[in-house]
């Protein structure tokens, strides 16, 4: 993903140049924003804060841009025919959403796998799917079904499995303020339900092959 805070452009994985940057809504939020910094006392006309609506107005586009994105046209993008028909997993994947009732980073990591039935998807589309739905206001619950539904609809696998692991910042730096907990999601289909095909993938994310 190619972005910087200073283009006038996003380009999204390659697939939508996101023209946001120059249109209404930068202004827009932007001056929503300069009168949320009035409420909360600060003078939005200090040299430090100048910019910031404008930053905020962009950084916060760029934080939902999934809305804009279709996650089964990435999926049909790169699909192959293949008789490969054991599990396939991608795991730790880094997560960033936004909780919908604070609008407050909640992030961590998915495992997702699934067992191809007559085709196989490219292995980068699966994390590039988990920001469509990511870059969105979210619950971790609605992520990880949505993930699920979109890879099971799309490439008409045997099975998926999605178990996602977050910490909720609206739970560590306000509200209960709880530093250390974690959040645990998961979505199964097809042989993903039944044992032992989902303790195999259980086992396989838990197992630390690389070190
Ligand atoms: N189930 C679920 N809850 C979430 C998620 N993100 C945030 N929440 C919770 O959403 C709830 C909103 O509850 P409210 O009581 O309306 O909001 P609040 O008064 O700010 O709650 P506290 O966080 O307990 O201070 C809180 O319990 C949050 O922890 C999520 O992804 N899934
Ligand atoms: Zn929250």
Same mark, same amino acid.
């Given at each position: ?10 380009? *999204? ?10 249109? !209404?809504? %930068?202004?827009? +939020? &932007? ?19 100048? =910019? %910031? $609506?404008?930053?905020?107005?962009? &950084?916060?586009?760029?934080? %939902? ?15 192959? =025919? ?22 407050? $980073? ?18 980068? =589309? ?5 920001? *469509? ?5 979210? *619950?971790?619950?609605?992520? #990880? ?11 008409? $696998?045997?099975?998926? &499995? ?18 250390? !907990? *974690? ?12 044992? $032992? #095909?989902? !303790?195999?993938?259980?086992?396989? +994310? ?6």
């Amino acid at each position: 993903m190619i972005y910087s805070d200073n283009d006038e452009h996003f380009e *999204v994985n390659g697939y939508a140049k996101i023209d946001r940057y120059n249109d !209404s809504k %930068t202004s827009e +939020i &932007a001056s929503n924003y300069k009168e949320i910094l009035r409420q909360i006392g600060e003078d939005p006309e200090r040299e430090g804060l100048l =910019k %910031t $609506p404008e930053r905020y107005a962009k &950084a916060l586009q760029f934080l %939902t841009h999934g809305y804009d994105l279709d996650a089964a046209e990435i999926l049909r993008s790169a699909m192959f =025919k293949e008789e490969y028909s054991q599990m396939v997993i991608v795991k730790d994947i880094e997560v960033y959403s936004l909780c919908e009732h604070h609008v407050i $980073p909640f992030f961590g990591k998915a495992h997702i796998a699934y067992i191809p039935d007559g085709h196989i998807v490219g292995l980068s =589309k699966i994390p590039r799917i988990v920001d *469509v739905f990511a870059r969105r206001l979210q *619950v971790q619950e609605r992520l #990880t079904n949505e993930i699920r539904d979109c890879i099971q609809a799309t490439l008409k $696998p045997a099975g998926v &499995a999605v178990v996602m692991e977050c910490k909720h910042m609206c739970m560590s730096m306000r509200g209960i303020q709880k530093q250390n !907990s *974690v959040t645990t999601t998961s979505a199964f289909t097809g042989e993903f339900v039944n044992e $032992p #095909t989902r !303790s195999e993938f259980l086992r396989l +994310i838990s197992a630390d092959l690389y070190k």
